[in-house]
């Protein structure tokens, strides 16, 4: 089993950055892909990005070259850096691990999410 505790969520002002945090316990393995999503009042889970042990990345094109994910393998950490925020960023972020299983299925971890809130 993999659990998952964010950090960093809050208040930001609009065009302002903020460090979203993930550090994960139990079995992380390099094919796991670690990732944040994120899910707005109203509206479905989105994913943001997602990142594999290798360092390959997703972002989702509507927030390239406003948010950067990384990853350390070391420490099983994965971090989101947002900058240059906006009000339609404002959601509550989870944080993400999802894994191939043998079988051919998969699986999802899940952390408790945080809220992240751009507003004057």
């Known amino acids: 089993q993999v659990q998952l505790v964010e950090s960093g969520g809050g208040l930001v002002q609009p065009g302002g950055s903020l460090r979203l945090s993930c550090a994960a316990s139990?079995?992380?393995?390099?094919?796991?892909?670690m990732g944040w999503y994120r899910q707005a009042a109203g509206q479905q889970r989105e994913l943001v990005a997602q990142?594999?042990?290798?360092?390959?990345?997703y972002i989702d094109s509507s927030l390239k070259g406003r948010f950067t994910i990384s990853r350390d393998n070391a420490k099983n950490t994965v971090s989101l850096q947002m900058a240059s925020l906006e009000p339609e960023d404002t959601a509550v972020y989870y944080c993400?691990?999802?894994?191939?299983?043998?079988?051919?299925?998969?699986?999802?971890?899940w952390g408790q999410g945080t809220q992240v809130t751009v507003s004057s």
């Open positions: 993400n691990v999802w894994r191939a299983l043998i079988d051919g299925s998969n699986i999802n971890f």
């Open positions: 990142i594999n042990g290798g360092g390959d990345t």
């Open positions: 139990g079995n992380i393995v390099s094919t796991d892909y």
